[in-house]
């Protein structure tokens, strides 16, 4: 689906694995319209779907909470500025139905809490894709002597609800959702229907953070799943109870206060941002690391979302799985944090601005099997969603230095899978064929294109780190990664250039990368290094190759 045309300047930036700030912003804005368009899916497909699938009592929920959401996107965003009208063509008018207001008003009357000043709402209407007035920057100026050339200045606040909508543990989200609740899943069956009825439960529990960010008062009950209540940005409420537990929340004036069966009421306030605070022990807010920059906003370290790595699917290829943080690994992640932005500007001023610009979530792993452990070495492994947009899943970064490599790497995958959204770059099948120096196993094109795409931005950012480094050792070290990334695009370069199933779009961007790795050869590594790359690559031939012959009688 083609929503924003991609002019040539900016496929060119994106095949130099560059982006400069409108064509950064021109793939923020796309995928922002197709997350609000893919909720907008959701919804249809809830009314839509069999009443054995999805009962009526659901899909009236369903409703509600999306008259919630509507109403939280009419308040004025933190930060300044007045809501935008955003009409009604999104999702219709939903946001004036008459039953879901009057269940809505019932629950504000019963929080007895005031409503939000009506000079900061908008007029009334539902969810619109993305408007035209978050596409201009309106966040901190940013100081030209302390900036990097690359800095995107935030978006324009987002209402409380598009803040939470567009959030990219909400995609994963979504996409199980349309999974469940489409033809294609088939007669219902008891687990099915549970768990349908914990994701359409965690919308409600979207809305419920949404609507309190945005000062709503409210009265509305929530289900907790296997004894967690997960209020997305808040925190968990671990209930008193084992399994699927109801828990009443109530908001007034910044304060929710949450009430379970056979336990005290637990009061929570929030903080601005990210958690929330109580003093009770059932409660674990969410943690957010300060910004990359000065001026820029927190950057959420997720690792309560339930959604946060794939459920009842095939793994990522050697990721590990989710993790709940203690506090001394936050600091080994603060520590590594604190020193990327530096990190990441040895390898050029561009890779701050994008990390700047597309990074919305960290979303904490397992060390892999084999490390030490708490990022100390050993080992990491890290990885992207693609419809969880803007979230960079890892292990403990064990160094400023490699978590800054870690983000080079995994805001490629994130560039390439938005442009691919935009356009169609090949259309070469899944066929699993190819050889790839940086896996054992045979890749097909679109996952070869990916890897060498990612490879060759981290050629580049260990190249400039050489070329400025100060100490011999970081020097050395620098070289032989670029060594290594140089020699592993340039076997597979040629397989890419050659297909037939390039698209005319798709060469210039494949024609963008062989420039870039030319230039990367006018400023060759050390003979050393140099040769130690190409052994290496030429005994990962060899063991795939070895893989590929198959004994025969």
Same mark, same amino acid.
């Given at each position: 689906?083609?929503?924003?045309?991609?002019?040539?300047?900016?496929?060119?930036?994106?095949?130099?694995?560059?982006?400069?700030?409108?064509?950064?912003?021109?793939?923020?804005?796309?995928?922002?319209?197709?997350?609000?368009?893919?909720?907008?899916?959701?919804?249809?497909?809830?009314?839509?779907?069999?009443?054995?699938?999805?009962?009526?009592?659901?899909?009236?929920?369903?409703?509600?909470?999306?008259?919630?959401?509507?109403?939280?996107?009419?308040?004025?965003?933190?930060?300044?500025?007045?809501?935008?009208?955003?009409?009604?063509?999104?999702?219709?008018?939903?946001?004036?139905?008459?039953?879901?207001?009057?269940?809505?008003?019932?629950?504000?009357?019963?929080?007895?809490?005031?409503?939000?000043?009506?000079?900061?709402?908008?007029?009334?209407?539902?969810?619109?894709?993305?408007?035209?007035?978050?596409?201009?920057?309106?966040?901190?100026?940013?100081?030209?002597?302390?900036?990097?050339?690359?800095?995107?200045?935030?978006?324009?606040?987002?209402?409380?609800?598009?803040?939470?909508?567009?959030?990219?543990?909400?995609?994963?989200?979504?996409?199980?959702?349309?999974?469940?609740?489409?033809?294609?899943?088939?007669?219902?069956?008891?687990?099915?229907?549970?768990?349908?009825?914990?994701?359409?439960?965690?919308?409600?529990?979207?809305?419920?953070?949404?609507?309190?960010?945005?000062?709503?008062?409210?009265?509305?009950?929530?289900?907790?799943?296997?004894?967690?209540?997960?209020?997305?940005?808040?925190?968990?409420?671990?209930?008193?109870?084992?399994?699927?537990?109801?828990?009443?929340?109530?908001?007034?004036?910044?304060?929710?206060?949450?009430?379970?069966?056979?336990?005290?009421?637990?009061?929570?306030?929030?903080?601005?941002?990210?958690?929330?605070?109580?003093?009770?022990?059932?409660?674990?807010?969410?943690?957010?690391?300060?910004?990359?920059?000065?001026?820029?906003?927190?950057?959420?370290?997720?690792?309560?979302?339930?959604?946060?790595?794939?459920?009842?699917?095939?793994?990522?290829?050697?990721?590990?799985?989710?993790?709940?943080?203690?506090?001394?690994?936050?600091?080994?992640?603060?520590?590594?944090?604190?020193?990327?932005?530096?990190?990441?500007?040895?390898?050029?001023?561009?890779?701050?601005?994008?990390?700047?610009?597309?990074?919305?979530?960290?979303?904490?792993?397992?060390?892999?099997?084999?490390?030490?452990?708490?990022?100390?070495?050993?080992?990491?492994?890290?990885?992207?969603?693609?419809?969880?947009?803007?979230?960079?899943?890892?292990? #403990?970064? $064990?160094?400023?230095?490699?978590? +800054?490599? /870690? =983000?080079?790497?995994?805001? &490629?995958?994130?560039?390439? @899978?938005? *442009?691919?959204?935009?356009?169609?770059?090949?259309?070469?099948?899944?066929?699993?064929?190819?050889?790839?120096?940086?896996?054992?196993?045979?890749?097909?094109?679109?996952?070869?294109?990916?890897?060498?795409?990612?490879?060759?931005?981290?050629?580049?950012?260990?190249?400039?780190?050489?070329?400025?480094? #100060?100490? $011999?050792?970081?020097?050395?070290? +620098?070289? /032989? =990664?670029?060594?290594?990334? &140089?020699?592993?695009?340039? @076997?597979? *370069?040629?397989?890419?250039?050659?297909?037939?199933?390039?698209?005319?779009?798709?060469?210039?961007?494949?024609?963008?990368?062989?420039?870039?790795?030319?230039?990367?050869?006018?400023?060759?590594?050390?003979?050393?290094?140099?040769?130690?790359?190409?052994?290496?690559?030429?005994?990962?031939?060899?063991?795939?190759?070895?893989?590929?012959?198959?004994?025969?009688?």
């Amino acid at each position: 689906m083609t929503l924003s045309p991609v002019p040539d300047r900016a496929l060119a930036e994106l095949g130099r694995t560059e982006g400069g700030p409108d064509t950064l912003a021109l793939l923020l804005r796309d995928q922002d319209t197709r997350r609000l368009l893919m909720l907008r899916a959701v919804l249809d497909a809830a009314e839509g779907a069999d009443a054995k699938v999805c009962s009526a009592g659901a899909r009236a929920r369903v409703r509600e909470d999306w008259a919630l959401l509507a109403e939280a996107d009419r308040v004025a965003p933190a930060g300044g500025g007045a809501a935008a009208d955003r009409g009604s063509a999104f999702p219709g008018d939903l946001a004036a139905d008459p039953a879901t207001a009057s269940a809505r008003d019932t629950a504000r009357d019963t929080a007895a809490g005031p409503t939000p000043d009506p000079a900061a709402t908008a007029p009334a209407g539902g969810l619109t894709p993305y408007p035209a007035a978050t596409a201009a920057a309106a966040g901190p100026t940013p100081n030209p002597t302390t900036t990097p050339a690359g800095y995107i200045p935030p978006h324009a606040p987002l209402s409380p609800a598009r803040a939470r909508l567009l959030h990219p543990l909400v995609g994963p989200w979504a996409r199980r959702c349309l999974r469940e609740l489409g033809a294609a899943a088939g007669p219902p069956t008891a687990e099915g229907s549970r768990e349908l009825g914990h994701d359409l439960a965690h919308f409600s529990a979207l809305a419920a953070v949404a609507a309190a960010r945005a000062g709503i008062s409210y009265a509305v009950r929530l289900s907790a799943r296997d004894g967690a209540l997960v209020l997305p940005s808040l925190g968990v409420l671990r209930t008193a109870a084992p399994g699927d537990v109801p828990v009443d929340v109530v908001h007034r004036r910044g304060s929710l206060t949450l009430r379970q069966p056979g336990a005290a009421d637990i009061t929570v306030r929030l903080e601005s941002g990210t958690g929330a605070w109580s003093a009770a022990p059932a409660w674990t807010p969410s943690y957010a690391l300060p910004g990359l920059l000065s001026g820029a906003g927190p950057m959420p370290l997720d690792d309560l979302d339930p959604y946060r790595t794939a459920r009842g699917g095939s793994r990522h290829h050697g990721l590990s799985g989710p993790t709940t943080l203690d506090d001394a690994s936050r600091k080994r992640w603060l520590h590594s944090w604190s020193g990327a932005a530096a990190a990441l500007g040895l390898g050029g001023e561009q890779r701050v601005g994008e990390a700047v610009a597309l990074l919305r979530c960290l979303v904490p792993l397992a060390d892999p099997p084999g490390s030490a452990g708490g990022g100390r070495g050993g080992g990491s492994c890290s990885g992207t969603r693609r419809e969880a947009f803007g979230a960079v899943l890892s292990s #403990t970064p $064990p160094t400023p230095a490699t978590f +800054a490599a /870690t =983000l080079v790497h995994e805001l &490629q995958h994130t560039k390439l @899978a938005a *442009l691919s959204d935009m356009l169609t770059l090949h259309h070469a099948g899944p066929q699993q064929r190819y050889f790839a120096p940086w896996r054992p196993d045979p890749r097909p094109y679109d996952g070869l294109l990916q890897g060498a795409y990612s490879h060759l931005a981290l050629a580049d950012f260990f190249q400039r780190c050489a070329l400025t480094a #100060t100490r $011999p050792a970081h020097r050395e070290s +620098a070289w /032989t =990664l670029h060594a290594r990334y &140089q020699e592993q695009v340039g @076997a597979v *370069l040629p397989t890419l250039v050659g297909s037939g199933d390039l698209t005319a779009r798709g060469r210039r961007f494949v024609d963008q990368m062989v420039a870039v790795h030319e230039r990367l050869g006018e400023h060759p590594p050390p003979r050393g290094q140099a040769a130690r790359a190409r052994a290496y690559v030429a005994a990962a031939r060899a063991l795939w190759a070895g893989r590929r012959i198959r004994p025969t009688g």
